[in-house]
């Protein structure tokens, strides 16, 4: 699979990474048969980058046995809670994760999301120490706004920033890209199906299950649902020409900008892991970019 720099005199590391908010089963129960396999199947087809949280349910220790024979080769990342980044307990976070993951060291540890009434700095300041005790390799962010970044920065070096980013999702493309490329930071981009409005497998009208978080979202919903499952309808043509999955035309996608390192793909089962995996060698035309560009710009939406 190909690789890039995550973040400048960052490793080299798979375009394609392993999301695992679906292992927490708020997107509907993931079982441990299916857990397994899709872990298995995409440390297989060469996605060693695993991305999880602290508040991502059970799957830090789904994951854990799971990854600890393959520790060697595989690039771990999980995040800390905004909602606390006092050093305490930023100090606990780590641990438990470090303990959950049973692992001795975390290649990348990130703040979840900003909360201005957080002390950032403390936050950070902890995060920097535990790197210098060895604890954690590089620090990142996840879902900040280049301001805040900005603030994180007087701190200490940040490696990477984890955004929402899909193509119904763009918003970091005016200012958060840029300013990452500009300062070296690496991206890995997460939820680059939508959450599944870019899965191609609903249909309007489709009611998620009480169990699945999708069915609180107005965006899941009624007529606005059914405008973006038409829009993805048309996008799945464009993918059925190459011969692709609309999933896996949507995973290229992100990956067309050089600034965007890694794509972090969730997976339920052993076929989405092998799906997102080959998504990874699938470098999209100038013409084809050109026609996805055309049907996005129709009714443009954005939250």
Known sequence: ???????????????????????????????????????????????????????????????????????????????????????????????????????????????????????????????????????????????????????????????SLQPRYNMFDRQIEAAILPFCREHGIGILAHSPLGKGLLAGKYRPGHAFALDDERSQFDRFNGERFAAYIAKADRLQAIAAARGLTLPQLAVAWTLRDEAVTVCLAGAKDAHQARENAAAGDVVLSAGELRQIEAILAEGEEHE
């Open 1 to 159: 699979m190909r690789t890039r720099e995550l973040g400048r005199g960052g490793p080299a590391v798979p375009v394609i990474g392993y999301g695992a908010w679906p292992l927490s089963n708020n997107m509907g129960a993931v079982s441990d048969r299916d857990a397994r396999a899709s872990v298995e199947e995409a440390l297989a087809r060469g996605v060693t980058v695993i991305d999880t949280a602290e508040v991502y349910g059970p799957s830090e220790e789904r994951l854990g046995s799971l990854l600890r024979p393959h520790r060697e080769r595989i690039f771990l990342a999980t995040k800390v809670s905004g909602s606390n980044l006092t050093s305490a307990h930023v100090r606990e976070a780590v641990e438990t994760s470090l303990r959950r993951l049973q692992t001795e060291a975390l290649d990348l540890y990130q703040i979840h999301w900003f909360d201005d009434r957080q002390p950032l700095e403390e936050g950070l300041e902890t995060m920097a120490a535990m790197q210098a005790e060895g604890k954690i390799r590089y620090l990142g962010l996840s879902n900040f706004d280049v301001p805040q970044m900005e603030r994180a920065l007087k701190v200490a070096p940040i490696q």
